[in-house]
Nanobody, 120 residues
Framework: QVQLVDSGGGLVQAGGSLRLSCAAS????????IGWYRQAPGKEREFVAD????????AYADSVKGRFTISRDNAKNTVYLEMNSLKSEDTAIYYC?????????????WGQGTQVTVSS
């Protein structure tokens, strides 16, 4: 059974830093992409950053470029999101997303979410 465990959220002051982790286990197929989305109260879930597992290429939302960095530990099937210079508008529940690919089909999975609260 696929399991994604998000962790690392918390309360931090504006300008501070946090590091989120997402550990994936029980995957049947290879990882295609792994990344993070977030959802603020009253808003839709939005893309934050992702990483292509085979190439290592990364992509970021404009709102976090230069402040957030996504990285991985291949051996542990774990992805990290280093968040610096946090702003109040970064407050949201952050969800890990993994897309695996097998037999020509992509399978998305979501973590349970971890709350990030930035106080101004």
């Amino acid at each position: 059974q696929v399991q994604l465990v998000d962790s690392g959220g918390g309360l931090v002051q504006a300008g501070g830093s946090l590091r989120l982790s997402c550990a994936a286990s029980g995957l049947t197929f290879s990882i295609y992409k792994i990344g993070w989305y977030r959802q603020a109260p009253g808003k839709e879930r939005e893309f934050v950053a992702d990483l292509s597992w085979s190439s290592g290429s990364t992509a970021y939302a404009d709102s976090v470029k230069g402040r957030f960095t996504i990285s991985r530990d291949n051996a542990k099937n774990t992805v990290y999101l280093e968040m610096n210079s946090l702003k109040s508008e970064d407050t949201a529940i952050y969800y890990c997303n993994v897309v695996t690919v097998g037999l020509g089909t992509r399978y998305p999975y979501w973590g349970q979410g971890t709350q990030v609260t930035v106080s101004s």
